[in-house]
């Protein structure tokens, strides 16, 4: 769960935060660490070497929800990031997907990844991102992920920034 639980998706809201990102602080150097609300835990947002996670949105839980519930869940979570995506689009042109597969098999396998898959893997974010960068004048990399951990977990969407490229990782689904 994520500190936006019940909260209904606002386009204009979730762009606003993702352009915030842009100057948001972004450790050089350190560990992975993913915060809590102080009085819930929920998830509130994960940093590490160069890059910052946040929750944008949360959907409702899906235990009990079959079909065609289930599929109205996941093409509502699938619709809000593509109109926060064409809004970014309009700011920063054309986005192009990072595909997650790969280091998802990786990781899953026990392999190693790259601290941020890591971060995104650690929050259910397998979704493939919705990037662009580097964008405006910092040079950093912004990116959007959709994701769902099980049958009874809510989908998610999350935004990140990073300084550095967002990129599949050499190779595609080879291992590291």
């Known amino acids: 769960m994520t500190s936006r639980a019940g909260e209904p998706f606002d386009a204009d809201r ?3 935060e993702v352009t915030g990102l842009l ?9 992975t660490a993913a915060e809590g609300d102080p009085a ?26 079959y079909a065609p519930e289930w599929n109205e ?15 970014l689009d309009d700011r920063w042109g054309p986005h192009r997907a990072v595909r997650l597969h790969g280091p998802l098999m990786r990781w899953q396998g026990g392999g190693p990844v790259e601290p941020l898959f890591e971060a995104l893997f650690a929050e259910d974010l397998y979704g ?19 994701g769902h951990s099980d049958g009874d977990a809510p989908l998610v ?12 990782p050499e190779g595609g689904d080879g291992p590291l």
């Open 14 to 16: 979730a762009a606003a």
């Open 23 to 31: 100057t948001a602080p972004v450790p050089a150097t350190g560990p």
């Open 40 to 65: 819930t835990g929920e998830w509130t947002v994960t940093v590490g070497e160069g890059f910052r996670i946040v929750p944008l949105w949360e959907g409702d839980p899906l235990g009990g929800v």
């Open 73 to 87: 869940a996941e093409e509502a979570a699938a619709g809000h990031l593509a109109v926060l995506a064409r809004a």
């Open 128 to 146: 493939d991102l919705v990037v662009w960068g580097p964008v405006e004048s910092g040079g950093r990399w912004i990116a959007l992920a959709l």
């Open 157 to 168: 969407l999350a935004a990140l920034v990073s300084d550095r490229p967002v990129a599949e």
